[in-house]
T-cell receptor, first 115, second 109 residues
């Protein structure tokens, strides 16, 4: 595996379900991100982890719960979602320390549909 | 708050040049990025500007004027595969990227 991978690629869940999205980066980066992308809207940053500590939390509802067990893995736990949460959820990673442009590399995303 | 504006759609002919403008008003500035996103795929990094001026990378160039809060992405010798959404993003610290809504470029034969 190379780059940033995400599973599952597609997910349909009811409002009472609990599910988790998984992200793994194979780039040796030390920062990881969750974004939400809805149609015709800008990417919205949800969470940032740097060196496994959460450093950004953009007023995301508590029905979204992130977890970063190590610098290569990131999870997004979902429970009691609403239909408006249907979107593409993108994971990204970057270097967070040292010299450089720190560009973010994105995974292919999980297309989530809440019914 | 952050405000990043770019045109919604642009259409151009194969072989032509297209310029995508981006204006921004942000609380801080630590670099401007351009990403390309094909339908149903992940955004991919195209360019990064932190100092004023032009950065050229093959058929793609990006320009930045910090005093004007303005950037553009120039796509030369357009190819059909360049049909995609182009995202302008501003970093205002170490991590946080604020994105524009994206410009959908359609290349016609």
């Amino acid at each position: 595996e190379t780059g940033v991978t995400q599973t599952p690629r597609h997910l349909v869940m009811g409002m009472t379900n609990k599910k988790s999205l998984k992200c793994e980066q194979h780039l040796g980066h030390n920062a990881m991100y969750w974004y939400k992308q809805s149609a015709k809207k800008p990417l919205e940053l949800m969470f940032v982890y740097s060196l496994e500590e959460r450093v950004e939390n953009n007023s995301v509802p508590s029905r979204f719960s992130p977890e970063c067990p190590n610098s290569s893995h990131l999870f997004l736990h979902l429970h009691t979602l609403q239909p408006e949460d249907s979107a593409l959820y993108l994971c990204a990673s970057s270097q967070a320390t040292g010299v450089g442009s720190y560009e973010q590399y994105f995974g292919p995303g999980t297309r989530l549909t809440v019914t | 708050g952050q405000n990043i504006d770019q045109p919604t759609e642009m259409t151009a002919t194969e072989g032509a040049i297209v310029q995508i403008n981006c204006t921004y008003q942000t609380s801080g500035f630590n670099g401007l990025f351009w990403y390309q996103q094909h339908a149903g795929e992940a955004p991919t990094f195209l360019s990064y500007n932190v100092l004023d001026g032009l950065e050229e990378k093959g058929r793609f160039s990006s320009f930045l004027s910090r005093s004007k809060g303005y950037s553009y992405l120039l796509l030369k010798e357009l190819q059909m595969k360049d049909s995609a959404s182009y995202l302008c993003a501003v970093r205002d610290g170490n991590y946080k990227l604020s994105f524009g809504a994206g410009t959908t470029v359609t290349v016609r034969a």
